[in-house]
């Protein structure tokens, strides 16, 4: 945790640091993203933005999550992340079969 402010400042405007877990701190370049990455599957897919969703449980999906036209947060998930927006619904943790179960119930729908 000491080192996160140390290196935001060392990388500041070439790319975003964020503690994922405890004991981990992601480092992203400015050119990349979940986010940016889901778009290219999207496109190359030939997949409606609105026919899009998302699961995630730590900082470094969010920007996936606000990406998604439905986003899905692992009940595991921080607080932070859970509450970080509105939109965000929280489905079942990983730890039991979160993903799976949720996309059972939503294609059932």
């Known amino acids: 945790a000491k080192a ?4 935001k400042q060392k990388f500041e405007g ?14 992203v370049g400015n050119e990349t993203s979940k986010a940016g990455a889901l778009e290219f599957l999207r496109k190359s897919l030939g997949v409606a933005p609105d026919e899009t969703c998302a699961f995630g ?3 470094n999906d969010l920007d996936m999550l606000l990406w998604a036209r439905y986003p899905f947060v692992m009940e595991n998930a921080p607080e ?30």
């Open 4 to 7: 996160l402010p140390i290196l």
């Open 14 to 27: 070439r790319a975003t640091l964020m503690q994922s877990q405890k004991h981990m701190i992601e480092c």
């Open 57 to 59: 449980d730590g900082q």
């Open 80 to 109: 932070s992340v859970k509450n970080h927006s509105p939109r965000f619904v929280i489905c079942p943790p990983n730890t039991d079969l979160g993903v799976a179960r949720t996309l059972l119930k939503e294609l059932e729908a």
